[in-house]
């Protein structure tokens, strides 16, 4: 988390090359379900989904940890309670019923994201106000309490499932699309993907974005010119953790099926690995991260079953020789270099 | 009465378990500000290595010698080459580098000894069982974990507080770049301690060993509630570690053994079990918020 981090995600450093490779990559994405089929590998489209989702979610918490310097080790909750919003309303659809006595189910895609945005806000909100009075390791600890709070209330619902979860036998519909089609729903992951990192990029380059960098170096200075800084990181955790729950919402349509597993602490875990193998504090390290995370795990799967002793080493050797993550070994590699 | 005072003591015996690996975990990083989630790891191996020799000598000497050995040597190998090169890094490299190690350790067990728990028989010494007060008979076996782990707070206590290597350590934990000044050979001494937290961890490890199933995964099943207690107690303090471990010890275990008692007077029977367990998993977390919000630095912080 040097100064570069910070030129680095400010839109303002950029230029050609950067804009070049990026064209690159946003065409790259568009034309992957395509080549794919064309190379005869279709089940690489639920694979790149996959990762698309845990990036949005990865990025999410990349605006808290990165940007903001706030380490939670909770945001498993936002991701979790985002899949419960769409299994919830699907729940209450089948049952014809309403959920808590006023909401009434729903299967479209267009209300359940944005209520698991607005759940997932509405929860950060909550668990950032009173978290956000501590600071270091403690605000990591207390992060995680409240997920761990979460996870455990999940567990105990046995009205939605409990420890087994539920399963949601169709995905919510859009627009009369077939959402059931890998590669629609990849297109429509991809979208939101889109979506979501250029609102991260706008934020992170406005003046906003500005106040919450320089938190992160030295809350004590802001303070002294006159920023009120529980304000600014309230508002960066709550939309972490919007950005988090419309994953979770979006995960729980792809795998058809939410459970406590989406909050445990080892999803948080996860999330964090991710932005941090990818480079924290940059705009794309976390879809980097997730890429790489996710790729290698099923990779390394297919390969051994012991792949979790090659992907241990793996991230020994990226943390031992590489700072910044992923994102800045291509920058040692001359990849990229045009960012600077 | 009995019930409680039996799930008192029980309460106990899971507090100084904590108290072991937590008083190193704390150590580790109020000394050298390292986050090592792999700490878990070095009590699995502990209770592996304690399993084995068991099964193949039969003595309990020899098994507990293996299980501190093991997790001596392998948290003192893990310093020296992984976390020494990281004290100048950012908590989340540490995070990401000791993740790494748990995979690496779990995977490791996995080959060596496969996926099925090992069962440990209580020692025939130790396998009975004492009446303390009429009516209340407690395994000899957990009393002895209990008794082992108050020795080890006591003996702490002296080593901290009395001498050269205690002063060096808390001299350590107030300001280490002045003892690094005085002369004080620092790598050494983080060797050293990083090696006394392994000790303990190995030590909590081998004692669960006839309690719990000795299994692939039980590291970080123990460490998110020994990091609860490091932060309850005050990152870097010994005394809070060992409050923190006894309150989060008594309060887990009552709480499992009365909440769904509780809870069924007021509603139906599978219902009050699912929500107790719920409730009573949920409550040391609570209790951590609830102390953070009030004492955001912990019951006994450290440098102040």
Do not use: A
């Given at each position: 988390m040097s100064e570069d981090a910070i030129t680095r995600a400010?839109?303002?450093?950029?230029?050609a090359g950067r804009a070049l490779a990026l064209l690159a990559l946003a065409l790259g994405l568009v034309a992957l379900p395509f080549l794919v089929q064309a190379v005869g590998q279709p089940a690489l489209v639920p694979l790149a989904t996959r990762v698309l989702i845990y990036a949005i979610a990865a990025a999410s918490l990349n605006l808290a940890l990165?940007?903001?310097?706030?380490?939670?080790?909770?945001h498993a909750a936002f991701f979790g309670v985002g899949g419960y919003v769409v299994g919830i309303f699907y729940r209450t659809y089948v049952d014809d019923g309403l959920f808590l006595g006023l909401i009434p189910g729903t299967t479209q895609l267009l209300v359940t994201l944005p209520a698991a945005i607005l759940v997932g806000g509405l929860l950060a909100c909550l668990i950032g106000a009173l978290c956000l009075r501590t600071s270091g390791v403690q605000f990591i600890m207390i992060t995680l309490a409240f997920a761990q709070m979460l996870f455990f209330l999940f567990v105990s619902l046995k009205a939605y499932g409990g420890d087994d979860g539920m399963t949601i036998r169709r995905r919510n519909e859009l627009?009369?699309?077939?959402?059931?089609d890998d590669v629609t729903f990849y297109f429509i992951c991809l979208a939101v993907a889109a979506l979501v990192f250029l609102a991260l990029w706008r934020i992170v380059g406005s003046r906003f974005g500005m106040v919450l960098a320089g938190i992160r170096q030295n809350e004590r200075r802001m303070a002294a010119i006159g920023i009120a800084p529980y304000r600014y990181k309230l508002g960066a955790f709550v939309i972490s953790g919007m950005g988090t729950g419309l994953a979770g919402a979006l995960m729980a349509n792809y795998l058809r099926f939410v459970s406590p597993d989406m909050l445990h602490w080892t999803k948080s875990g996860e999330l964090m690995i991710m932005v941090i193998l990818g480079g924290?504090?940059?705009?794309?390290g976390p879809l980097f991260g997730a890429a790489a995370l996710v790729i290698l795990e099923t990779v390394l799967t297919s390969w051994t079953e012991h792949w979790q002793l090659i992907l241990g080493p793996i991230l020994l050797f990226v943390v031992l020789f590489t700072q910044g993550g992923l994102t800045g070994l291509f920058d040692r590699l001359g990849i990229g270099r045009s960012e600077r | 009465m009995t019930l409680i005072l039996e799930q008192l003591l029980n309460g106990l015996q899971f507090g100084v378990m904590l108290f072991l690996l937590a008083a190193g975990l704390t150590l580790i990083f109020g000394i050298m500000g390292v986050i090592n989630l792999a700490h878990g790891s070095l009590y699995m191996v502990g209770a592996y290595a304690a399993a084995f020799a068991a099964a193949q000598t039969n003595s309990v000497l020899l098994a507990v010698l293996a299980g501190l050995a093991a997790a001596a040597l392998l948290g003192m190998a893990m310093e020296v080459f992984v976390l020494r090169r990281l004290y100048a890094r950012d908590h989340l490299d540490q995070v990401l580098a000791t993740f790494a190690l748990i995979l690496i350790f779990n995977q490791s067990v996995t080959i060596v000894f496969g996926r099925q728990p090992l069962f440990v028989s209580v020692p025939p010494a130790l396998n009975g069982s004492v009446e303390?007060?009429?009516g209340l008979t407690y395994p000899v076996y957990r009393l002895i974990i209990i008794a082992a782990g108050l020795a080890v707070a006591l003996g702490l206590y002296l080593l901290i507080n009395r001498t050269r290597i205690g002063m060096l350590v808390r001299a350590g934990a107030t300001h280490r770049e002045m003892v690094r000044a005085l002369g004080v050979d620092i790598r050494l001494l983080y060797t050293a301690v990083f090696g006394l937290g392994a000790l303990l961890a190995g030590l909590a490890g081998l004692m669960a060993g006839p309690i719990l199933a000795v299994q692939v995964g039980m590291g970080e099943q123990i460490l998110i509630m020994t990091f609860v207690v490091v932060v309850i107690g005050g990152v870097g303090s010994i005394r809070g570690a060992f409050f923190g471990a006894l309150l989060v010890g008594l309060v887990d275990t009552s709480l499992r053994a009365f909440l769904p008692g509780l809870l069924r007077q007021v509603m139906t029977g599978s219902e009050a079990d699912a929500l107790g367990a719920g409730l009573a998993s949920m409550g040391i977390y609570m209790l951590m918020a609830v102390v953070l919000l009030v004492r955001p630095k912990g019951l006994f912080p450290a440098n102040v």
């Open positions: 400010n839109p303002s450093g950029q230029n990165g940007v903001g310097g706030m380490v939670s080790f909770g627009f009369g699309l077939n959402t059931r924290v504090g940059t705009l794309l | 303390l007060l009429p």
